[in-house]
Each structure stands twice: as structure tokens, then as C-alpha cells.
């Protein structure tokens, strides 16, 4: 059995949490981090647009593209201790959502966190990229609370179900 958990800065110990807990032990766990490219292209742009490109060795998009492996690293190295068995780590850039669902082909099981509204159930508890990673997962999902799920009876509850 292969299983995915995506671990992302917000909400990766309950990913974590759960693999250990719904993964058999035999599994092959890979811990998944995926670094966008927004921050990268926006250093790299505002340097060519407004700094001027003389001088690529200043740029500033490359720093930030080191800073993004070096943290994507040490969040997967937090998870693999967490986990506390053998797990590959893999590192992804690209569209989030889509750099997911391409990981999870030919896997048994994706496990994922919640990442929107987490004080009421519902739609808007899931954002915009999970939203799409759930709607087009190439395998099963497990989709998880970050903490514990709000009541049925809680304020913004079940009425907006």
C-alpha cells in the first residue's frame, strides 16, 4: 500500500497524526510538500521590471527560491520525526493542486488537511487548492480536521451544511 500525506505548513501534524494512525504498517508512507511559485516569480519579476537586469547575481528570486527548499526540508524532516517510521520525502514545485494530484497517481490513499474556515462545517472548511485536489485525486482521499471538528450544534454549524 502506498499512501501520501501533503504537508503543508498551516496543517501537517494531523496529516502526519493520521497516517500513523490509518496507514498499515508495512505501507510505504511518502510525506509530499509542494513550494508554489508565486513567491519566486514575484521576486524574480519585480527585479526585472523595477531593479533592471544587469546584474542577475542580485537577484532576488533566487534567494527566495532557497529559502523555500531549506524550509520545505526542515518541515519534512519535523514530519518524518513525527511519523517516526521509514517514509520517503518528497519535494515538489509548481501549481499546488495540480503538483498533488500528479503525486497520488498510483497511490492507495491521499491524506489531507482541511485548510479553509475551521470553525464551522461545511464547504468553506476546505480551500480553493484542496477543493480541487478532492475533486480530482486519482486515488482515495482521507481528508482531515487540522484540530477537532466543530460541533453539528455550533453557531455557524449545521445551517450552513
Excluded: Y
Excluded at 5 to 18: F, L, M, Q, V
Excluded at 24 to 43: F, K, N, S
Excluded at 102 to 122: K, Q, S, T, V, Y
Amino acid at each position: 500500500m502506498r499512501v501520501i500525506a501533503w504537508i503543508t505548513e498551516g496543517t501537517w501534524p494531523s496529516c502526519i497524526d493520521a497516517a500513523r494512525s490509518h496507514a498499515p504498517e508495512a505501507a510505504d508512507i511518502v510525506l509530499l510538500h509542494v513550494t508554489g511559485p508565486e513567491a519566486p516569480g514575484a521576486a524574480h519579476g519585480a527585479f526585472a521590471g523595477l531593479l533592471g537586469r544587469g546584474h542577475p547575481e542580485r537577484d532576488p528570486g533566487t534567494a527566495v527560491e532557497h529559502l523555500a527548499t531549506t524550509s520545505a526540508e526542515r518541515l519534512l524532516a519535523e514530519a518524518a520525526q513525527r511519523l517516526g517510521r521509514p517514509c520517503k520525502r518528497v519535494e515538489r514545485t509548481g501549481r499546488v493542486e495540480r503538483e498533488v494530484v500528479a503525486a497520488a497517481e498510483g497511490a492507495d490513499l491521499l491524506i489531507l488537511a482541511r485548510d479553509g474556515g475551521r470553525n464551522h462545517l461545511g464547504p468553506r472548511s476546505i480551500g480553493p487548492a484542496s477543493r480541487f485536489i478532492v475533486d480530482h485525486a486519482p486515488c482515495p482521499v482521507l481528508l482531515v480536521w487540522p484540530e477537532a471538528a466543530p460541533g453539528v450544534s455550533s453557531p455557524s454549524g449545521s445551517d450552513r451544511l
